[in-house]
């Protein structure tokens, strides 16, 4: 009887480490900071991941909140210890502050995360008026 419960308890804990086993997605940043912007003047970041976990990364979508935000995300499966990339442009024509979020969704446990884009969107100076 001993035997077959420490049978069990030794199958029940390798079946709890295989299912925990799974990508593992840390960004290097999960926030950028643009600061002022010219308005009218797309700007892009580039936030890189490492898969940190034992399992293979795919990241099936990225939303964003608005069309003013595009986002370009690494397609293919990311092996753990290497690296992905999820890029976002923002198209700064609306002056005054953004904080604009870019969510990631993938197979990792918590199955997404949320990055954000923010800083402040400036007027373009008025044209000087030419001296002749």
């Given amino acids: 009887m001993k035997l077959f419960f420490s049978a069990l308890v030794l199958l029940v804990g390798l079946s709890t480490v295989s299912f925990a086993q799974k990508g593992v997605l840390k960004?290097?940043?999960?926030?950028?900071?643009?600061?002022?912007?010219?308005?009218?003047?797309?700007?892009?970041?580039?936030?890189?991941?490492?898969?940190?976990?034992?399992?293979?990364?795919?990241?099936?979508?990225?939303t964003v909140s608005c069309?003013?935000?595009?986002?370009?995300?690494?397609?293919?499966?990311?092996?753990?210890?290497?690296t992905g990339t999820v890029k976002a442009t923002f198209n700064a024509a609306a002056a005054g502050p953004f904080n604009k979020p870019v969510t990631v969704f993938s197979n990792t446990?918590?199955?997404?995360?949320?990055?954000?884009l923010n800083g402040e969107v400036v007027p373009k100076q008025a044209a000087k008026p030419s001296s002749k």
């Fill in 27 to 62: 960004f290097k940043e999960e926030s950028h900071k643009f600061g002022k912007v010219p308005q009218g003047t797309p700007v892009t970041n580039e936030f890189v991941f490492t898969n940190t976990g034992t399992d293979p990364v795919v990241i099936s979508n990225v």
């Fill in 67 to 82: 069309g003013c935000t595009t986002p370009v995300w690494s397609k293919e499966p990311v092996a753990p210890g290497k």
């Fill in 109 to 116: 446990e918590g199955g997404s995360i949320t990055l954000y």
